[in-house]
């Protein structure tokens, strides 16, 4: 008798923990995890034909605002998305605008059919902000070479522990990104990617080499310096050039009067003659 029991009981507890697994397995299908970044967008589909649905109802953190019935899906509750709520009643979906940071959470989607229910779909959301990246670089033209040697310097505004990756013409990870560039290949493209543990941000950058020009980010300091020279040089002789203009100014006038007191004493003789 007490081996019957314990086989029942066994059994029993066979049956229950398969049971146990198969749900979880069950809900373990049906629950997709989601990162979108801030401003983007999510679309909630409820994944099942048309017409196998007699009733369906999209839920945030357990509170509903969008319900389909009678063919048509309706918004029931803008919740904290007001004006960012679109539905398609053709595919049964209703979708998520400009995502922001507090729309992280528990999104669920329940559906009836016809004589019972179908599988519940749980997608679980992480928005997460976008990193704003600078791109700083100069370049400088390399007669040698032939060539330019470029650096490229990525910056996160936010004060945070950032990792960067760079990827196109040049793939490295780190801030910096040194390279030699020649004329001859053009426009090349470099990609800076920031990454955090709840963001990322992009930024892209094109870069070419033109040695007929001032190199990017580089002053022309020899022509500033040039004109500055000059204005000291003009400022430090300008005594000196207004003590000459003033006795030479005297001069041409001395020689003026001299030239007609010698006319003068010419006209004199004349008339004594």
Not at 156 to 161: G, I, K, P
Not at 167 to 174: A, E
């Amino acid at each position: 008798m007490r081996t019957c029991y314990r086989y029942h009981v066994l059994s029993s507890g066979a049956v229950l923990l398969l049971l146990c697994y198969g749900l979880y397995v069950r809900a373990d299908e049906n629950t997709v995890t989601e990162r979108r970044a801030a401003g983007s967008f999510l679309i909630l589909p409820l994944g099942h034909p048309k017409e196998s649905v007699s009733f369906a109802q999209w839920r945030y953190n357990g509170t509903p605002f969008a319900v389909y019935r009678k063919d048509q899906v309706h918004i029931t509750d803008q919740l904290q998305f007001s004006g960012r709520l679109k539905v398609n009643s053709d595919h049964l979906s209703v979708e998520v605008t400009d995502l922001q940071l507090q729309d992280s959470g528990s999104y669920s989607i329940v559906a009836d059919k016809s004589g019972g229910m179908l599988p519940t779909k749980i997608i679980s959301l992480m928005v997460y902000a976008v990193l704003k990246i600078e791109i700083e670089g100069n370049q400088s033209w390399e007669e040698s070479k032939n060539s330019c040697e470029v650096h490229l310097l990525c910056k996160a505004r936010e004060d945070q522990m950032v990792s960067y990756t760079w990827s196109g013409y040049k793939t490295q990870s780190g801030a910096e990104l040194r390279f030699t560039l020649s004329p001859a290949e053009g426009d090349v493209t470099l990609t800076c990617t920031a990454t955090s543990s709840y963001s990322n941000g992009t930024n892209t950058r094109k870069v070419t080499c033109n040695p007929s020009k001032t190199p990017t980010g580089v002053s022309n300091s020899g022509a500033s310096f040039s004109v500055f020279s000059l204005l000291s040089i003009l400022m430090a002789a300008s005594p000196y050039l207004l003590v000459s203009i003033v006795l030479g100014v005297k001069c041409h006038r001395a020689r003026a009067k001299s030239d007609e007191e010698k006319r003068a004493d010419g006209v004199i003789e004349d008339g004594a003659r």
